[in-house]
């Protein structure tokens, strides 16, 4: 394992002068961060995904495209030397603005990645150019040469050994005599066409980066001093969890925790690189460890809240004992690319949520060919405007009185669905997006705000 450390800064975290000021100073506070992997300054891929979907109106498109200008150049115009990066910036907003006007005539998830992919092309750009004024030797890398994955554009695929060999062969040398600023949530497949890692992909990107490199630890700037109990805008006496395992931060980021993407922790668990999650506005305030051992492993530790949830009910009495009819359902999900996050099943039925996991917003959709096949098998019942509530937390399943304490606390409420007993770290549940948030406020109250 190396001395290298990788940081990771979201957008919230790089959203204008100041913000890339405070990281540049996180960044010389620990001699050891050599790679700096950032996302796109805050509000921007947003604007470039509303532009990949084909923005028709002329009018609009050209407001959308000032609104980059003038995010990213509210910022270059306080640098000292905002020429050295200007005509840089120019090139790639010019590209932004060819895709654009292409997308209007012929939308597609490679034109999306094209797109989306510029956001951090830029942001790199110029928090490259504050570390270089501030008197470090720094150099902007281009992920792209390293960051290498299938052509699944809007969910790509990281290559893991090509990710490696690119790495050491490219990145690597580079870390012994500058500090590298480069993008999260990019890549490039084998034909060297621009992909992503699907939204959210910058903090996996960075853990296959610390994976790559064999970094001795992996930090994670957000807009949070940590990983919290809940949501704090949801319940505001959530408090920061300042050690928590790889297994709870897992199941956390997986079920909604927006601190962390889902993916994240893999790489940073199959090399036991420790990773912190701290906040760029307050980084006196400390963090979050995530390792893989830990002192203490309460039964409760956090519930998350995901939203935009898509329950899918399959029903057919050839279910009834028989076999077989679950293979052909998931079958034809995966010949359609149809990703299944949570499952139940009776004897003639069975309900599953759909994974989102591309660049695109909204509920995840079922397609019209998959769900014209499975017709032909069963009834087929799609339901959105649904949460998802996860309780975090260790042998729950183990503890007598956690069921009573747990669905007492919910019993003012309809819920859709219940997985329990698959993960000793998790019990999840579905019910309507209406009254999610209060549903969380009260199992925050009863089983977090009483210690």
Not at 149 to 154: A, I, K, L, N, Q
């Amino acid at each position: 394992m190396s001395t290298i450390n990788v940081a990771k800064f979201g957008g919230t975290s790089v959203a204008n002068f100041e913000a890339m000021n405070r990281c540049a100073a996180i960044v010389e506070n620990n001699p050891h961060t050599k790679v700096v992997v950032i996302s796109a300054c805050s509000g921007v891929t947003n604007i470039l995904v509303e532009l990949a979907n084909g923005v028709a109106d002329q009018v609009q498109r050209e407001q959308l495209l000032k609104q980059l200008v003038d995010i990213h150049f509210s910022i270059i115009n306080q640098l000292k030397q905002p020429q050295t990066i200007t005509n840089d910036i120019n090139e790639i907003l010019t590209k932004v603005s060819q895709c654009a006007e292409k997308a209007t005539v012929e939308p597609s998830e490679q034109l999306t990645d094209q797109l989306v992919s510029c956001g951090e092309l830029m942001s790199t750009h110029i928090l490259c150019q504050i570390m270089c004024e501030r008197g470090h030797a720094t150099q902007r890398f281009d992920i792209r040469t390293v960051m290498k994955t299938t052509s699944v554009f809007g969910n790509a695929e990281p290559l893991l050994d090509e990710i490696s060999i690119a790495a050491k062969t490219h990145l690597v040398p580079i870390c012994k005599d500058s500090i590298v600023v480069t993008q999260g949530f990019i890549g490039s497949d084998l034909n060297n066409k621009t992909t992503t890692l699907g939204r959210g992909g910058s903090d996996y990107s960075a853990a296959l980066i610390a994976e790559a490199i064999s970094a001795s630890g992996l930090e994670i700037w957000t807009d949070v001093p940590g990983i919290y109990t809940t949501d704090p805008r949801i319940a505001p006496k959530a408090h920061p969890i300042k050690e928590i395992s790889f297994a709870e931060a897992s199941e956390m980021a997986n079920f909604g925790a927006k601190i962390l993407h889902p993916s994240t922790l893999v790489p940073a668990l199959r090399h036991k690189i420790p990773v912190f999650v701290g906040s760029s506005k307050e980084p006196q305030l400390g963090g979050t460890w995530v390792k893989q051992e830990v002192e203490s492993a309460p039964l409760f530790r956090a519930v998350t809240l995901r939203g935009n949830q898509t329950l899918i009910t399959l029903k057919s009495l050839n279910m009834f004992q028989a076999s077989g009819f679950l293979a052909k359902v998931f079958t034809i999900l995966a010949q359609h690319k149809v990703s299944v996050d949570l499952i139940t099943t009776s004897e003639i039925s069975v309900s599953l949520t759909l994974d989102r996991t591309n660049t695109q917003g909204g509920s995840p959709k079922l397609p019209p060919a998959a769900q014209k096949e499975l017709e032909e098998l069963c009834s087929v019942v799609v339901e959105h405007n649904l949460s998802l509530v996860a309780l975090i937390g260790n042998e729950m399943g183990q503890a007598k009185g956690t069921a009573k304490q747990i669905f007492g606390t919910l019993e003012d409420y309809n819920l859709r669905m219940i997985c329990y007993g698959a993960s000793c770290h998790n019990l999840c549940f579905l019910l309507h997006e209406s009254y999610a948030r209060h549903a969380v406020q009260q199992l925050h109250r009863e089983l977090f705000e009483h210690e």
